[in-house]
């Protein structure tokens, strides 16, 4: 099964402050997603990367979100300013190889913005 | 209306029972449908994905899609307590560009000893 890990698993930050999370695949990945869980809600989709570009979006990632993969490997998420709302799980996920639909998630980093 | 509606539970069964779990949705554009796994605090684990309708089985699990009523089903025999956990479903067009995931709120599974 394609796997991907994330780093840090939990991250305490201030508001306003500017986060980075990590998703490092196993793998040669061409396609990744973000995804968020607000605690005892629903995952809901953040923003697909395919071939270093940005594929799709919601409306939830707005001008505070940014993704790239910085040294062709890694593959990260970045808040600029936080706020308390953006207290979530957040998880990358991806399929493998492409042409695959099914995605696998990792294992979360977990938020909290005070 | 929801696009993507689930039951939350909490679901309790006894050890051993057959578990039902199922998903209605809106969208008539979802092709690929997925079952999830999540423990608390963890990351969503895949267990089954079909595409299309139809029934598909693994092990003690069987998906089954249902287009024409947009309804899709998890069946888990002989359910064990270490199967209690939130079950996911989830749902994507997969048209080009367009693969993100839909999720419901996931069902809360309490398999009895």
């Known amino acids: 099964e394609p796997e991907v890990t994330q780093t840090p698993s939990h991250q305490v930050t201030q508001m306003g402050q500017e986060v980075i999370l990590r998703c490092v695949p196993i793998?040669?990945?061409?396609?990744f997603y973000w995804y968020r869980q607000i605690l005892g809600q629903k995952v809901e989709f953040l923003v697909s990367?395919?071939?270093?570009?940005?594929?799709?979006k919601s409306e939830i990632f707005d001008d505070q979100f940014s993704v790239e993969r910085p040294d062709g490997s890694n593959f990260t998420l970045k808040i600029r300013s936080t706020k308390l709302e953006d207290s979530a799980m957040y998880f990358c996920?991806?399929?493998?190889?492409?042409?695959?639909?099914?995605?696998?998630f990792g294992p979360g980093t977990r938020l909290t913005v005070l | 209306q929801k696009e993507v509606e689930q039951d939350p539970g909490p679901l309790s069964v006894p050890e051993g029972a057959i578990v039902s779990l199922n998903c209605t949705y809106s969208n008539s554009a979802f092709q690929y449908f997925m079952w999830y796994r999540q423990y608390s605090r963890k990351g969503p684990e895949l267990l089954m994905y079909t595409y299309s309708s139809g029934n598909k089985e693994d092990g003690r699990f069987t998906a089954q899609v249902d287009k024409s009523s947009k309804y899709i089903s998890l069946f888990i025999r002989d359910s064990q307590p270490s199967d209690s956990a939130t079950y996911l479903c989830a749902m994507t067009p997969a048209h080009t560009g367009r693969r993100a995931l839909t999720f419901g709120s996931g069902t809360r599974l309490q398999v009895q000893p």
């Open positions: 990367f395919y071939n270093n570009e940005i594929s799709e």
């Open positions: 996920a991806s399929p493998g190889t492409s042409g695959r639909v099914e995605q696998f």
């Open positions: 793998s040669n990945h061409l396609y």
